[in-house]
């Protein structure tokens, strides 16, 4: 299957308090962990985000087209961009994913509009997971209507999820104490 993997880091990094996907993780960029996963399944990346220093990576980087409304926008400018027939979203800060969750992924995407991972407790990870090119016109819909939840466009595109057995897998860096 051809896909294009589209690594969100557009987020504000708030409670990192500096860019998130920049920041050193087991010696190396954050956002290094998701390029080389996402390299192993394809070679067309985008990196979703505003920030021009990301750049140094060598892959397109893909502005949200809808502005300041989190994930729901870099998943609308990567299914917008992506030639291929879905996107591979894998977000910066999970440094645990692994190529054979994005394959277990991948494996469920037949006849669906979206497929993404969920921990053993049920917890749904929508920033982790396959959207089909079709589910475009919905995301920019719920856009449009000022609902930005990705939880919501979930139930809309009635996603499967696949069920990731690896806590430690599904674990976001989110403050400057997790990166140690």
Known sequence: MEVTAIILAGGKSSRMGREKGLAGFNGKPLVQSAIDVCKQITSEIFISTGNADYSRFGFPLIPDNFREHGPIGGIEAGLTAAKTSGILVCPCDMPGISL????????????????????????????????????????????????????????????????????EALLNINYPHDLK
């Open 100 to 167: 054979e969750i994005l394959k277990r992924i991948l494996h469920q995407t037949e006849g669906k509009r979206a497929v993404v991972a969920a921990s053993v407790q049920g917890k749904v990870f929508p920033v982790l997971g396959w959207y089909s090119k079709t589910a475009l016109s919905v995301v920019q819909k719920q856009i449009e209507k000022g609902d930005f939840k990705l939880m919501a466009l979930l139930n809309e595109l009635q996603a499967e999820t696949v069920v990731v057995a690896d806590d």
